[in-house]
């Protein structure tokens, strides 16, 4: 994979475009920008370096953002990457990457690190001082451009060098991979493998610039909620916003907002196959989760009661991931599920739908159109947010 194919969020990654690595950002595009991660409320001296980063046992459940395969990502590891990415991003004269695309690397280095048998520590600073500057070089960037950079994005040398130090396991875990293995579908099938779990929504709000040392106070966005209601899940004042066009019949198809959602067929826990086609007609909610995902299981009594108020003028599916009837049958009896459940037990609908973790929700218009997509877990304010405007819409 040559440099000109990199897209610009692949550099966030390192300083250099290592051909190798373009594996590693191939899943850290800005498909979903407007799915983003609350603005970060630390200011620069209030992140500390990796090293510093709570353990796992000692992560507040509050401040859990993401799982994968059941350790947890915080919210300050994640802050921190973000303002590492900002600076990377600077020194490539890109923007600022979105606040999913961070987290997004954050799960793409957990997956490949756990590939390895080298610990990122076990590299001296010697040798990431090394590479670092080898970096620097390729890219005509002198230490006092780095410096005031780094100033800039409130990232200390320390951080930088920590985060040299893990691109050098995972490029030397990539190296390892077969020459005949494609590196972008050994990359996705990790991650189609793994258990990610997202536990704080990821589209309820506008991300002010994270780089900045002065937090901004960003407007989160509902789109449906009338101006001046409360969003229960952001805490903030939601602002109402239009929903997705008209369809017309030249609608390019994708699992996003503005399009025509992917057309599917899997077996519900009876067996009986149930297609997306069969659902034209009536707004259509589409779940992705699984029994063993915490914030899926979070918010299921939500999704169960809205299923039962609204039964009537919609559709709704759950689709589980990789789990089969056996596991999936005894859970739904237990929490008094009756919405239908789906099986994609090869994930490949998820894959369909470009999924990256669980729970992911999509709200379809009565004509199959893709009108919002939210990340994480919903409650019930943000759910008939989302769900009261294509009750009333005649499109």
Not at 203 to 220: E, G, L, R, W
Request: hydrophobic share 40%; with cysteine.
């Amino acid at each position: 994979m040559g440099i000109a194919k990199l897209k610009p969020l692949a550099i966030v990654l390192v300083l250099a475009v290592v051909a190798l690595l373009a594996a590693v950002g191939i899943l850290r595009r800005d498909d979903f920008e407007a799915a983003q991660l609350p603005t970060p409320t630390l200011t620069a001296d209030a992140v500390p370096s990796p090293t510093q980063l709570p353990s796992p046992t000692t992560i507040p459940p509050e401040d859990i953002v993401a799982t994968v395969n059941g350790e947890p990502i915080s919210r300050m590891e994640w802050e921190t990457a973000a303002k590492i990415d900002a600076a990377l991003n600077e020194l490539s004269g890109f923007p600022p990457p979105s606040a999913e695309s961070t987290l997004d690397g954050l799960v793409n280095e957990r997956l490949i690190l756990a590939q390895s048998d080298v610990v990122p520590n076990a590299i001296s600073d010697t040798d990431a001082e090394n590479r670092l500057q080898a970096l620097l070089k390729t890219r005509n960037i002198d230490e006092n451009t780095l410096s005031q950079t780094l100033v800039n994005t409130g990232v200390s040398y320390d951080d930088l060098l920590a985060r040299v130090k893990r691109l050098m396991v995972m490029e030397s875990t990539i190296n390892r991979v077969p020459d005949k293995t494609d590196h972008a579908t050994w990359l996705a099938q990790l991650r189609a493998n793994a258990e990610i779990g997202l536990y704080q929504p990821l589209a309820v709000s506008q991300v002010a610039n994270i780089a900045t040392s002065q937090p901004k106070t960003a407007t989160p966005t509902l789109p449906g909620v009338e101006e001046g209601s409360t969003c229960s899940t952001c805490g903030k004042k939601a602002t109402a916003t239009p929903t997705a066009p008209a369809p017309t019949p030249d609608l390019p198809v994708a699992p996003l907002p503005g399009n025509r959602a992917p057309m599917f067929a899997l077996n519900r826990l009876d067996g009986e196959s149930v297609s997306l086609e069969d659902l034209r007609g009536k707004p259509t909610i589409i779940n992705f989760w699984a029994t063993w995902c915490p914030p899926c299981r979070q918010e299921l009594p939500v999704l169960e009661n809205t299923f039962k108020t609204y039964r009537e003028q919609i559709n709704f599916v759950a689709v589980n991931l990789r789990e089969s009837s056996g596991t999936v049958q005894p859970f739904a009896d237990k929490m008094g599920l009756t919405f239908p459940i789906l099986l994609d037990t090869d994930s490949a609908v998820s894959q369909l739908y470009q999924v990256r973790g669980i729970p992911t929700t999509l709200f379809l218009n009565a004509n199959g159109v893709v009108v919002n997509r939210h990340v994480g877990p919903l409650d019930k304010q943000t759910i008939e947010g989302y769900l009261l405007p294509l009750l009333t819409d005649e499109n």
